[in-house]
C-alpha cells in the first residue's frame, strides 16, 4: 500500500512538472538592430517584445541584439533570408538592393516633414511597397522611423554644399544616397553602421550623416566635432520578419506579431519626436558645435542630378505619386 501510494505521488508530480513545462513552452525571437540600447530602434523592440508576450501569454519572447551584434543592416537582411535571425528593425539604408522599389524613399528633400512622410507610409503608397517586400522574400510588418538626416564631421562647420568637398563621408550602402554626395561633391564612402564610429575615431573617414536620435545615442560628439542640419534626407525605418519564422506561424499568431508591431512603431516614433525636441541641446552641451542656419535651396540643388538617375533607372511614377500625395 505505501509503495503503491509512493509510486502514485511521484507519478503525479512528475505530471504536475510536465504541465508546467508545457506551459512555459517557448519560442525565442532574437531581433536585431544596429543602434544602441535605449535608442528609438531599442525602444520599439521593447514595446514590440512587451506586447508580444502578452498576447501569446509567453509563448514567444523577444531577445533583444542591439548596437549590431548580429552584423550591419544588410547582413541583418541577409540574416532573415536564410533564418538566421527573426526579426529586424533597419533603415531602408541597404533595403534598395533586395527590393529596388524601395529605393525612392531615399531620394533627397522628397519629403517635406514628419508628418507628411509618416501620412505617405501609412496611407496606400506604404502598404504598397510593403506588399513589394513581401514579394522579394522577406516579410514587411511595418513601417517605422529613423529619422531626417543630417551631417557630421570632424574638420570644419558645414554650411553650404561646398564646405564638403574635401570631406570623406560615410554614407549608407545605398545608391541613391551615394549618387546624391557624390554630386554634391563630397567623397561618399558607404560603410556599415557598426564599422562607423571606430573608422572616425581612427580618422579612416572624416564625417557621417544620421538622424539626431541615431547622433544622440552613439555617442558621436565623441569623434565628431560639427553638426549641421540639413535635413537632406528623410529616413524611414522598416520592420521585417524573417520567411522561415512567418511561414511556421497561425493566423492567429501572425495577427499578434502585427499588432506588437504597431506598438513597436509608436514607441519607437514617439522617442523620435524626444530626441528631436532635446537632441540639438545635448549635443550642443556635449561640445559639438551646431549650424542651424543652412543653406537648404543650395543643398536641394546640389543633390538634384541624383533625381536625374533615379529617374533614368526606375522611372519617375511612384516619385510623383509620392510628391502629389504631400501637395
Ligand atoms: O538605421 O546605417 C545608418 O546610418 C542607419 O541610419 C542606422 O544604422 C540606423
Redesign the pocket.
Known sequence: MFHYRTITRAFVVALAASAASGALAQTTLNFG???AQGSH?SVGVQAFADTLSELSDGKFEVREQAAGALG??RDLIEGLQIGSVELVI??T?PLGNFVPETLVLDLPFLFKDYASARSVLDGEIGDELLEKINENGLVALAWAE?GF?HVTNSQHPIETPEDLADLKLRT?ENAVHMEAFTAAGAAPTPM??PE?FAALQQGVIDG?E??IP?ITSSNMWEVQDYLTLTGHVY?P?IILASPSLWDTLSDEEKGWFEEAADAAVTANRAKVEEDEASGVDMLREKGMEVVEEVDTDAFREAVRPAYDTFIAEHGEEMLTRIQEAQE
Open positions: 538592430h544596429t543602434t530602434y550591419g543592416e533597419s533603415s539604408g529613423n538626416r549608407m556599415a553602421f562607423v557621417q544620421n538622424p541615431v529616413s525605418g
